[in-house]
């Protein structure tokens, strides 16, 4: 059974950081690359960042340099550390495989709100 659940979103003033955790089963998260995704209100989901089993990293442009994703493998958790917030970061954030596709298992999310 594929489990995703992401913590960590809130309200924060633009410029400030947040720390998002996902915690995804072993089933998921052990032979793949985990992502970050998100999804603001009328647009289409995104893929934000990707860390591979490995550690190598990848970041979509608009975040780069403000934004690091990382993994625990001990404990099947991604996170992804947000510094420098902007108001257009506002979406809901999803933590899910690489690649991913909206027939797979999503969590609830967790809200990002960043205020100018």
């Known amino acids: 059974q594929v489990q995703l659940v992401e913590s960590g979103g809130g309200l924060v003033q633009a410029g400030g950081s947040l720390r998002l955790s996902c915690a995804a089963s072993?089933?998921?998260?052990?032979?793949?690359?985990m992502g970050w995704y998100r999804q603001a209100p009328g647009k289409q989901r995104e893929l934000v960042a990707i860390?591979?089993?490995?550690?190598?990293?990848h970041y979509a442009d608009s975040v780069k340099g403000r934004f690091t994703i990382s993994r625990h493998n001990v404990n099947n958790t991604v996170y992804l550390q947000m510094n420098s917030l902007k108001p257009e970061d506002t979406a809901v954030y999803y933590c899910?495989?690489?690649?991913?596709?909206?027939?797979?298992?999503w969590g609830q999310g967790t809200q990002v709100t960043v205020s100018s």
């Open positions: 072993g089933s998921i998260f052990s032979i793949n690359a």
């Open positions: 899910n495989k690489d690649r991913a596709t909206r027939f797979d298992v």
């Open positions: 860390v591979g089993a490995g550690g190598a990293t």
